[in-house]
């Protein structure tokens, strides 16, 4: 599990514009009940017993750091987040980023701590290794109908991310469902098992779908001209 250090934020709204010229992300944690990871033999923190009494925390976190951490965990991993100066830790999932129009960087992002004994939803990116033998012998176009999918799943079993290995595409007739994905214990999708990932379309299809579009177009064409040419009605032919 990743770790990620984050501190009470003190700043807001307009303010906060200063926190990012310095290389700071404001966030925020929340949840149903809020609550640090209680190590063992430790006491009550001041934090909390703050966060047992509201519904969230403002924070703030090195830009950096997170945009690094964010590339590791997504938001399908927990991570945890320790506030600095506290030896309690939360186990928080990245639930939700604001980027910047301009320069797609993160301008805020939240924080949620899910219950650990209640399972949880969320969409996991579907990853295509491997390499097909239809592409490569055959000269066909890998097809991806589905590049992430929903799962349910406790917080700590859920994946990062599922891997699909493309290498069983030996020809065109051949496709990878749901239902051959391998997923961790205690994972389940929600999609339908018969629903395909990945094809391959051979090559001839391709270049019909290429020139389909070409070929109405000079049929619409020569329609409009064609009734350009016949005359109206009650108008006599010259």
Same mark, same amino acid.
């Given at each position: 599990m990743v770790n990620l250090s984050a501190k009470i934020r003190? #700043?807001?709204?307009? %303010?906060?514009?200063? +926190?990012?010229?310095?290389?700071?992300?404001?966030?925020?944690? *929340?949840?149903?009940?809020? @609550?640090?990871?209680?190590?063992?033999?430790?006491?009550?923190?001041?934090?909390?017993?703050?966060?047992?009494? !509201? %519904?969230?925390?403002?924070?703030?976190?090195?830009?950096?750091?997170?945009e690094k951490i964010y590339k590791e965990a997504g938001e399908s991993s927990l991570i945890?987040?320790?506030?600095?100066?506290?030896?309690?830790?939360?186990?928080?999932?990245? @639930? /939700?980023?604001? +980027?910047?129009?301009? #320069?797609? %960087?993160?301008?805020?992002?939240?924080? *949620?701590?899910?219950?650990?004994e209640e399972e949880v939803k969320i969409t996991v990116p579907i990853i295509f290794e491997g390499v097909s033998p239809a592409v490569k012998e055959l000269g066909g176009t890998l097809v991806k109908d589905i590049s992430e999918i929903e799962v349910r799943?406790?917080?700590?079993?859920?994946? @990062?991310?599922?891997? !699909? /290995?493309?290498?069983?595409l030996k020809t065109f007739e051949?496709?990878?469902?749901?239902? /051959? +994905?391998?997923?961790?214990?205690?994972?389940k999708i929600l999609k339908e098992p018969e629903e395909i990932i990945a094809s391959v379309s051979p090559p001839e299809k391709i270049e019909e779908e290429l020139v389909k579009p070409i070929e109405e177009k000079v049929e619409e064409v020569e329609k409009i001209e064609k009734e350009k040419k016949e005359p109206e009605i009650g108008e006599e032919k010259k």
């Open positions: 003190k #700043t807001f709204g307009k %303010k906060s514009k200063t +926190l990012r010229k310095k290389g700071v992300l404001p966030a925020v944690l *929340y949840g149903s009940k809020i @609550h640090p990871v209680k190590p063992r033999g430790a006491g009550i923190s001041p934090l909390a017993k703050l966060s047992n009494r !509201v %519904k969230n925390l403002n924070l703030e976190v090195d830009a950096k750091e997170f945890s987040l320790n506030i600095e100066g506290e030896k309690q830790k939360f186990l928080v999932l990245i @639930h /939700d980023i604001q +980027l910047n129009p301009l #320069t797609s %960087k993160p301008i805020h992002v939240d924080f *949620y701590q899910p219950r650990l799943a406790k917080p700590q079993n859920l994946p @990062h991310e599922i891997k !699909v /290995d493309i290498g069983s051949d496709n990878i469902k749901i239902s /051959d +994905l391998k997923i961790p214990a205690g994972v």
